[in-house]
């Protein structure tokens, strides 16, 4: 069964303290793996795509990486702006996404 | 650019009765797809269609419909309301639907008193 667990759950951090989010997946002919950020009350809003091991992609803050099982969202020197609940999914051989529950970040100033 | 455009942003239903929940996706996207996002869980997949035809159904009863337009805007539609229901109802377009991320709107609220 296609599936997707993040971890941890809630991370509390200071302003400036450097972190790694991640996403674990288990699916069959991986289509290509997103990650997303949702602050309250809002829609999803992309960030990345990844589609094979290995790949990785920045913008600003925020770093994205990929291997066969898992990706990781790191997070250098946050501020309090970069407090959401950020939000892993994966596509399969089939066109639905796949979502874990989320990692709620919050950054204390 | 527009984004994705939901509407309305918040309804107040009560069991039993129907609703139709609409969506305009980003221009030049011709897939859409619908989700139900519980609080505190990721989005749940309902339905995805593409120039028109439904491309992929999740894991909800029959009282969920929904269909596609030729302007490629959509409408879900749910019938016979329950509780359960009650949730951020989010709408999504992308370019193709396969491989390509996908955009959200705001989603609606659906409330079931």
């Known amino acids: 069964e296609d599936q997707v667990t993040q971890s941890p759950e809630a991370l509390r951090l200071q302003e400036g303290e450097s972190s790694s989010l991640n996403c674990s997946y288990t699916v069959s002919g991986l289509r290509g793996l997103f990650w997303y950020r949702q602050d309250p009350g809002k829609g999803p809003e992309f960030l990345f795509t990844?589609?094979?091991?290995?790949e990785e992609k920045e913008k600003e803050r925020l770093k994205a990486t990929l291997t066969k099982k898992e990706s990781f969202l790191h997070i250098t020197a946050p501020k309090p702006e970069d407090s959401a609940t950020y939000l892993c999914?994966?596509?399969?051989?089939?066109?639905?996404?796949?979502w874990g529950a989320g990692t709620k970040l919050i950054i204390k100033p | 650019d527009a984004g994705v455009t939901q509407s309305p942003t918040h309804l107040i239903k009560t069991r039993g009765q129907q609703v139709t929940l609409r969506c305009s996706p980003i221009?030049?996207?011709?897939?859409v797809s619908w989700y139900q996002q519980v609080l505190g869980q990721g989005p749940q997949f309902i339905f995805q269609?593409?120039?028109?035809?439904?491309?992929g159904r999740g894991n909800f009863p029959d009282r969920f419909s929904a269909r596609q337009f030729p302007n490629y805007s959509s409408e879900l539609n749910v019938n016979a309301l329950l509780l359960g229901d009650s949730a951020l109802y989010l709408c999504a377009s992308s370019q193709q639907g396969s491989g390509q991320p996908q955009h959200f709107g705001d989603g609606t609220r659906l409330s079931i008193l």
């Open positions: 999914a994966v596509q399969a051989g089939n066109y639905q996404l796949i």
């Open positions: 221009s030049g996207h011709k897939s």
């Open positions: 990844l589609y094979s091991a290995g």
């Open positions: 269609y593409y120039e028109k035809e439904e491309r």
